[in-house]
């Protein structure tokens, strides 16, 4: 985990991290004194193991009170961290026999759209996916995940060879949005993204997309038209970032402002869940996938798994016809009448 990067709700953590790596180093060394730290009083010079094991089991308890009550705009921070594994990440821990393709064979690659053949649990697919770069050179090279209409075209000229040989499709949503420079708007950035929700809503092969992260407008919907849409537990899913809202709701974005929009666009999971715009969240392991990546990437393989095998049983028709169905329903509400009737709208 990065040492330099610090969620400011996760201070107490850090605190007994610290207590925890001192106790450790104690245990390890020879005649090394470490103070009483965390109001444990230990009984010699020297810590024993079972002060560890408090201080480890404290730690426990703390990250799970801490997470369990995470508000909106916490939830948006995780999504955030540098840490956090990215696309790259997941088909490394997670995908066997990966080839990765490039080019929208119309104007050239994009590095922040990911697409490639590989194989999932028993399924072999094509996997899609954001990637916002780890070190600097990779972030300014992806665009921060922000993709260019050349990411969508080489999305779906995959997305289309997939269908052509009766391949799945796995997409990974990790964007805060499409990049909004003049060259992508001059490029067709809102063309690329429209067809591709028109083009992938009726694709003959069973679509699975989750978001890993951030889910920011069109430009995660441009990869996200699938017949089962989940969420990481921490990840948000939005029309606009926490910042955009409260800068056009209140002409400025600071904490208190992204907080409140945070809290307004219902961005979690669970609202998303409960709103019925996803249909599953996925657990992530105690504090975060950016503390356990390979245990996130080992319960995401067994949710596409297990998807793709539901779906491989469905009639095409029936699949595409279920597609456009799911997505003429989202923003459906019942109003209740003075009669005491509702009608849905």
Not at 246 to 274: F, M, P
Request: charged content about 30%; aromatic content about 6%.
């Amino acid at each position: 985990m990065s040492t330099f990067y610090k969620l400011e709700f996760e201070k107490p953590v850090f605190a007994i991290e610290e207590e925890i790596a001192l106790t450790r180093r104690a245990i390890e060394s020879d005649g090394v004194e470490v103070p009483a730290l965390g109001g444990i009083e230990h009984d010699q010079v020297r810590p024993t193991g079972d002060d560890l094991v408090e201080l480890e089991r404290r730690r426990e308890e703390t990250l799970r009170e801490l997470y369990s009550e995470l508000s909106p705009w916490n939830t948006v921070r995780v999504a955030r961290h540098p840490d956090r594994p990215q696309t790259r990440d997941y088909i490394r821990m997670m995908c066997r026999d990966f080839c990765e393709l490039h080019g929208d064979r119309r104007y050239g690659d994009d590095p922040a759209l990911i697409t490639g053949f590989g194989r999932i649990g028993s399924h072999k697919c094509l996997i899609v996916g954001h990637q916002k770069g780890k070190t600097t050179e990779e972030k300014l090279a992806c665009h921060f995940g922000c993709a260019h209409p050349e990411g969508y075209r080489k999305a779906l000229a995959k997305m289309k060879k997939a269908e052509k040989f009766g391949l799945p499709i796995v997409t990974l949503v990790d964007t805060p949005g499409a990049y909004p420079g003049l060259g992508a708007e001059e490029r067709g950035q809102a063309e690329a993204i429209a067809t591709n929700l028109l083009e992938m809503s009726r694709l003959r092969v069973p679509i699975l997309s989750v978001v890993i992260g951030e889910g920011g407008s069109g430009g995660a919907l441009g990869i996200a038209v699938a017949d089962r849409v989940a969420m990481l537990e921490f990840s948000w899913y939005s029309v606009i970032s926490p910042e955009g809202c409260a800068a056009i709701l209140w002409k400025q974005a600071n904490e208190t402002t992204n907080s409140a929009a945070a809290v307004a666009l219902n961005l979690t999971a669970k609202d998303n869940l409960k709103n019925r715009i996803i249909e599953d969240i996925i657990e992530e392991p105690l504090g975060g996938a950016h503390r356990d990546p390979q245990g996130t990437a080992d319960s995401l393989r067994d949710w596409f798994d297990a998807q793709l095998t539901s779906l491989s049983s469905l009639d095409i028709d029936t699949l595409v016809a279920r597609r456009y169905e799911r997505f003429r329903a989202l923003g459906a509400f019942e109003v209740e009448g003075v009669d005491g009737g509702s009608e849905t709208v």
